[in-house]
C-alpha cells in the first residue's frame, strides 16, 4: 500500500510491491536509478547525499529505516529519533522520487535467518566494538538493493568503514551497482553532522568538538611533516582527554584495509569513535591527500 503524504512530499511507499512497480517503470524509460539509505531522522548531511542522487540520476529512492539488526542489546534502538513526518517534509522539493518506508515485520519476516557476514576490514574499530554491527549493515543494504536495484548507491564518508564495506560488498557478490561516497557535512565549528547529536547536552556539544579538533590536529602534524603514527595518535588522544571524552578507538589507517599504520608518508584515514556523556560519535580525516576537507 502507498503511505499517506501530502502535495508537499514525496511519494512514500511501505510496500515494496509498490515500489518496485514504479522504480520498473522508470527503469523502462532508460532512467538511472539513485538509492539513498537512511534511518531517517534527516539532516543537511542525507539531504548532500539526496541532492547529489537527484541531481546525477532520472530516479531517486530514499529509504527510511531504523534497522534493528545493527544495533547491540545495549545501543540506542528503542531511542533512535524516529521523525518521519520531519523527514518527509525535509526531502520535499527535492527531486525525490519515491520514499520507502518498510516496517521492520516487512523486511525481517518471521524465522528470518539469512544473514551476511563480512571479514576482513569488517573486524576492526566499528567492527571489534560493536560486534554484529556490520552484519545488519551489510544484511539490510543487500536487502534494499535487492527491492530496488538501484544503479548508484549514495553513502556518507562520515561512516567510512561503511562506505568502504559496502563497495567490498558491491565487488565481493558481483553486484552491478556504483558506491558514490559523498563528503562529510560539518557544522561552522567543525561538529560532523549525526542524527545523534540530538542526544548531546550545551556542554556535551562543546565538548564533542574535541572530535574534529583532534583530527584537524592530526592533519596540521602531518602538514608540517609529522610522520610518526606514535606520535599523531598521543597528541590526538591528548586532545581528546582534555574535555574528558571516553574513547573507544583513535586510529591511523589504510583506507583500504583499515590496517593500522605505523608511517604516515601516504594518504591514510584517521578515525576517532569516542563518548560525550552517554553519546557514541564517529568521525574521520583523510591524511596526506590534498583533497582533505578544510
Do not use: W
Not at 583532534?214 to 581528546?240: C, F, K, N, Q, Y
Amino acid at each position: 500500500m502507498k503511505a499517506q503524504t501530502t502535495a508537499a512530499t514525496p511519494p512514500a511507499f511501505t510496500d515494496a510491491v509498490a515500489l518496485g512497480a514504479l522504480v520498473a517503470d522508470a527503469r523502462r524509460q532508460g532512467k538511472p536509478i539513485g538509492l539513498v539509505p537512511t534511518m531517517g531522522a534527516l539532516h543537511a548531511g542525507h539531504l548532500s547525499l539526496v541532492d547529489t542522487a537527484a541531481r546525477e540520476c532520472g530516479f531517486t529512492v530514499v529509504t527510511i529505516f531504523v534497522n534493528p539488526t545493527q544495533f547491540g542489546p545495549n545501543e540506542d534502538f528503542a531511542s533512535y529519533p524516529r521523525t518521519l513526518d520531519a523527514d518527509l517534509q525535509a526531502l520535499a522539493g527535492r527531486g525525490i522520487d519515491a520514499v520507502f518506508v518498510p516496517s521492520t515485520d516487512a523486511m525481517y519476516r518471521p524465522g528470518h535467518s539469512t544473514y551476511v557476514e563480512m571479514a576482513g576490514p569488517a573486524l576492526v574499530l566499528e567492527g571489534e566494538f560493536r560486534p554484529g554491527h556490520f552484519r545488519g549493515v551489510a544484511t539490510v543494504v543487500l536487502k534494499l538493493f535487492n527491492l530496488v536495484r538501484p544503479d548508484r548507491a549514495y553513502f556518507g564518508r562520515k561512516d567510512f568503514q561503511q562506505a568502504l564495506l559496502m563497495r567490498r560488498m558491491v565487488e565481493d557478490l558481483n553486484l552491478p551497482i556504483a558506491i558514490e561516497v559523498c563528503p562529510i557535512v560539518r557544522e561552522p565549528d567543525g561538529l560532523a553532522l549525526s542524527s545523534r547529536n540530538v542526544y548531546l547536552s550545551p556542554d556535551e556539544r562543546r565538548r564533542a568538538l574535541a572530535i574534529s579538533q583532534s583530527l584537524r590536529l592530526a592533519r596540521e602534524l602531518v602538514e608540517r611533516g609529522t610522520t610518526d603514527a606514535r606520535t599523531i595518535l598521543a597528541r590526538m588522544h591528548e586532545r581528546l582527554a582534555a574535555d574528558d571524552l571516553r574513547v573507544d578507538y583513535v586510529a591511523l589507517a589504510d583506507p583500504n584495509t583499515l590496517e593500522p599504520v605505523d608511517v604516515v608518508n601516504r594518504p591514510v584515514v584517521a578515525a576517532i569513535a569516542a563518548r560525550v556523556g552517554a553519546t557514541r560519535l564517529i568521525d574521520n580525516e583523510m591524511l596526506g591527500e590534498a583533497s582533505s576537507e578544510k
